[in-house]
């Protein structure tokens, strides 16, 4: 699956506007069939932003994968705030959020009003030679699954922007979910995850009587349960690490590329500064939604999984 180039979009909006809803409604095809969009030279942060985000430093903890904000609540986690101004870091975060939903907005119009704003990263450590645990690890071949904030079946996403001065970001992309579940899901465990939880009634009595002392129990659907497995199953298959179909891409600097992370199986090799905004977007506003992993996944079980 491969990589498109963007040309004849810049900050002015789609070169020729009569065609501007057929355009994006392109991208949105596009990316729904597993292909990468790439915007070449698109100014989304300002050489000051970047100047400054490149003396940023991140936590010392192998727990932490990068310095991450929710840029709806104002809140940031992970970064090493001694020498660091904070205010500013916050500033040039919300900044790029504000410029990737406008891009959004207009690139890929047909998601307008049905995206849903997640966070918004900063990775500042070098990731050739990253010291991850097994399933932290970035750099083995994978799709992305939030432990923490369940999908329910919508999808993931993700813009992200190289900010290193000189060095290309290097990704490995695989074939996509559409291609590799109708061989892979039983084996990774699907009817097991479709089948109803057992302990569902159980963690209903739990979460009603925990929910008072302010402590919440994370809801996962059946969905969320095989991809958080097929995630791990993914980086754990060394023949399939060894095997799969691998694809190079190097993003270089300034470059922006959007991509949907739960359908195209990726791996950073190496790259260090790099912004990253997410979306949920609901199964409801793709325009082909039966290539939606969750669709894909529930004719294979043959059962809803959200
Ligand atoms: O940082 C990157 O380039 C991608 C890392 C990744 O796969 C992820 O955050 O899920
Ligand atoms: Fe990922």
């Known amino acids: 699956m491969g990589l498109v180039e963007i ?13 501007a809803a057929e355009r994006a409604r392109l991208c949105c095809e596009r990316l729904e069939r597993g292909e990468i969009l790439l915007l070449r030279d698109f100014p989304i942060i300002s050489q000051e932003e970047r100047d400054f985000l490149t003396g940023v430093r991140q936590t010392a903890s192998s727990f932490i994968k990068n310095i991450s904000y929710d840029s709806q609540a104002g809140r940031l986690r992970g970064v090493a705030r001694r020498g660091i101004d904070v205010q500013a870091l916050k500033r040039a975060l919300t900044g790029y959020a504000d410029r990737v939903n406008a891009l959004a907005a207009q690139l890929l119009a047909p998601y307008a009003g049905a995206l849903q704003v997640d966070l918004t990263s900063f990775r500042p450590i070098e990731e050739r030679g990253r010291n991850l645990r097994g399933r932290s690890r970035n750099d083995l071949i994978h799709i992305d699954s939030f432990p923490t904030r369940p999908a329910r079946g919508r999808r993931i996403l993700r813009f992200f922007t190289n900010v290193h001065p000189s060095e290309p970001r290097v990704w490995i992309t695989s074939e996509t979910l559409a291609a590799i579940a109708p061989r892979m899901a039983l084996d990774a465990g699907l009817a097991d995850c479709a089948k109803p939880d057992g302990l569902a009634r159980l963690k209903t009595v739990a979460r009603g009587a925990l929910r008072p002392l302010g402590i919440k129990l994370r809801e996962r659907s059946p969905y ?15 023949m399939f690490q060894r095997d799969c179909r691998k694809d190079f891409h190097e993003f270089p600097p300034g470059a922006t590329w959007i991509v949907f992370t739960d359908m195209v199986p990726h791996a950073v090799l190496s790259g ?10 609901p199964v409801s506003a793709m325009v082909t939604p039966e290539n939606s992993p969750l669709r ?11």
């Open 7 to 19: 040309s004849e979009f810049s900050v002015e909006g789609w070169r020729d506007p009569r065609f």
């Open 224 to 238: 969320d349960r095989f991809m958080l497995r097929f995630h791990d199953y993914l980086k754990a298959n060394a």
């Open 272 to 281: 260090q500064y790099a912004l990253e905004h997410t979306y949920f977007v």
């Open 296 to 306: 894909i996944l529930e004719s294979i079980a043959r059962s809803p999984l959200a």
